[in-house]
């Protein structure tokens, strides 16, 4: 299972806006309520996709500056158009 590119999109904005260094810098775990927190009241539907099918790793990477690029290429769903 994987992300969609406006789940990716909203990821990003959410690091951004709430965590502008990143969330490793500021010394929060994904999970003890500061990200994940944040996650769960902006994103209930992401939230639920990530408990849902355990992908919290992916999560994390997708939201840490220095692996999104990497995490992007993995983990979000390429739309491919046929023309």
């Known amino acids: 299972m994987k992300f969609t590119e406006e789940q990716y999109q909203k990821i990003v904005e959410i690091q ?3 965590f502008p260094k990143t969330i490793i810098s500021e010394g929060i775990p ?10 769960s009241e902006k994103m209930p ?3 639920e996709h990530v ?5 919290h790793f992916e999560l994390a990477a997708l939201a ?3 692996t999104r690029e990497w ?3 993995k983990f979000v769903e390429t739309v491919k158009i046929n023309g």
């Open 16 to 18: 951004e806006e709430s």
């Open 30 to 39: 994904i999970n003890d309520g500061g990200f994940w927190k944040v996650i």
């Open 45 to 47: 539907l992401l939230s």
């Open 51 to 55: 408990l849902d099918n355990d992908l």
């Open 64 to 66: 840490n500056p220095l």
């Open 71 to 73: 995490a992007h290429d």
